[in-house]
């Protein structure tokens, strides 16, 4: 029997292997950019270390990314576009640790690697892997396959066995989810950028109805109320049986805030046209944080040049107490390459547990390395005020 099963499971990998798709085309095949560990279907789970080379004449960074694939092992139409897994880093790499992919952030799926090389007065080198598998909540039905080889434990002769246990334990196939952060937002989509329903505490139980079709990972729950909604994979553990879950629809995408508007600065006449980044709107989630509680920061960032970015960004936070600019905590955000007049929403999860009955100032800026060439390096940057709630804090 476990030689079938040998049999059945080394087919299915070369079956999957042949429909490949034909991303690895563009591929440069130069020995000096290279991923060499994960390889192709291979399953990803956890803080994972991505291993390979990055080292090529005139190198300026280099940096991963990663997008969801579909049932045929395709680029989902209308999300295409690439999200960093590591910040770029100028370093030269032979043959080691590339970076450290946190994959818990990512919903569970199928996707696409590509290592990317920016190179001085070139075009950028890839290098790509896929397809991979995330799967950091195995399926509760996934079978357990024990060693051929393990000994049997026969028990001593002159040893009662011990007494059998004639309950059948039942296990209970209804997927749900439990929300595993100190509070969980239940939206009317899935993303953030939909309306909060409610705000639920640690602990809850949720009924899930369903998945959503967009590929986002999000889940359709059903709240104690009767009402539905949304939550995300990240915010909740989830048990059952997941494996019959409907694809399910998601309400209309709310309309894209329009970026605050900012000074324009005219490009000089020898100046050729390029990206300009531009810092637009912050919403924070809830709108008053509170002391010790995750607050959510949205940025949107825009690229109002005429070309698309060269690359893949970063973000900085920084939240300081007003009253004598202390640095108070930091965090960094990411954002994929934009094409020209395309907004991004960037979220940032910030817990803030001092200074609270007081002023506190926010400063985002856009690409704070000067890593991707612009028309305009002036308009990158906002700030924002707050105060900070006491909630619990002592």
């Not at 087919?11 to 060499?36: K, N």
């Not at 997008?67 to 576009?81: S, W, Y």
């Amino acid at each position: 029997m476990n030689g079938k099963r040998l049999l059945l499971l080394v087919a299915a990998i070369l079956l999957l292997a042949i429909s490949l798709p034909a991303a690895a085309q563009d591929d440069s095949g130069d020995p000096g950019a290279q991923i060499t560990w994960p390889p192709p279907v291979y399953v990803m789970r956890g803080e994972f270390e991505i291993r390979g080379t990055a080292n090529v004449p005139n190198m300026s960074n280099y940096f991963i990314e990663f997008r969801p694939l579909d049932e045929q092992l395709q680029p989902p139409a209308g999300r295409e576009v690439w999200f960093p897994a590591s910040l770029p880093s100028p370093a030269v790499v032979q043959d080691d640790v590339l970076a450290v992919w946190d994959t818990a952030v990512v919903p569970d799926g199928i996707y696409q690697m590509r290592l990317t090389i920016n190179v001085r007065g070139g075009d950028p080198i890839y290098d790509y892997v896929s397809p991979v598998r995330l799967e950091n909540t195995p399926p509760p039905f996934a079978p357990v396959v024990l060693p051929t080889n393990t000994p049997a434990v026969v028990p001593p002769t002159n040893t009662a066995p011990p007494p059998v246990n004639t309950a059948t334990p039942t296990f209970d196939p209804t997927p749900r989810a439990t929300i595993s952060t100190p509070t969980g937002n239940v939206r009317q989509g899935d993303s953030t950028n939909y309306l909060i329903i409610t705000t639920l505490t640690q602990g809850t139980v949720l009924e899930i109805i369903g998945i959503s079709n967009t590929g986002s990972g999000w889940y359709n729950v059903r709240l104690p109320d009767g009402r539905t909604g949304w939550v995300a994979p990240s915010i909740v553990t989830v048990s059952g049986n997941t494996g019959g879950l409907i694809r399910v629809q998601p309400p209309p995408p709310p309309a894209t805030p329009i970026p605050t508007p900012v000074p324009f600065t005219a490009i000089p006449p020898t100046s050729t046209s390029s990206a300009n980044l531009v810092a637009g709107i912050v919403v924070l989630e809830p709108a008053t944080p509170t002391c010790g509680q995750t607050f959510n920061v949205g940025f949107d960032v825009a690229n109002l040049g005429s070309t698309a970015t060269s690359a893949s960004g970063t973000i900085s936070l920084v939240d300081v107490r007003a009253a004598d600019g202390s640095t108070q905590g930091t965090t960094v955000g990411g954002f994929p390459v934009l094409s020209p007049g395309q907004t991004f929403r960037v979220n940032m999860p910030l817990t803030v547990s001092t200074w609270y009955n007081e002023t506190h100032r926010i400063t985002l800026v856009i690409d704070p390395q000067n890593q991707i060439p612009e028309s305009n390096e002036t308009d990158q940057t906002r700030v924002v005020e707050y105060v900070l709630q006491k909630g619990s804090c002592p």
